[in-house]
Nanobody, 122 residues
């Protein structure tokens, strides 16, 4: 069992930056791939970024490449999402999730946080 708690969301102007954190508790955090997903009103939840258990492999959806960076600190059981050059279309609830293998497919994630709201004003 893994419990995930996101933090760091908020309101930011377009072009600004935010850093999301996801603190994990429970067993063997370092053995899980971790992903960040987001869901905007009226839209499906989509994968934003994924990082392997070691941090050596990452994936980004095309719309955030070059602007977002995913990282993890296994000693602190935490995964981060650094978001820069934010756009109004990045507005969504952001979720972190844990999976047993590296994947960007939502249904393959077993554990989810409660989400944190990110709002980007124009």
């Amino acid at each position: 069992q893994v419990q995930l708690v996101e933090s760091g969301g908020g309101l930011v102007q377009a072009g600004g930056s935010l850093r999301l954190s996801c603190a994990a508790s429970g067993r063997a955090f370092s053995s899980y791939a971790m992903g960040w997903f987001r869901q905007a009103p009226g839209k499906e939840r989509e994968s934003v970024a994924v990082i392997s258990w070691s941090g050596g492999t990452t994936y980004y959806t095309d719309s955030v490449k070059g602007r977002f960076t995913i990282a993890r600190d296994n000693a602190k059981n935490t995964v981060f999402l650094q978001m820069s050059s934010l756009k109004p279309e990045d507005t969504a609830v952001y979720y972190c999730a844990a999976a047993h293998h590296f994947t960007y497919t939502r249904r393959e994630y077993e554990y989810w946080g409660q989400g944190t709201q990110v709002t980007v004003s124009s």
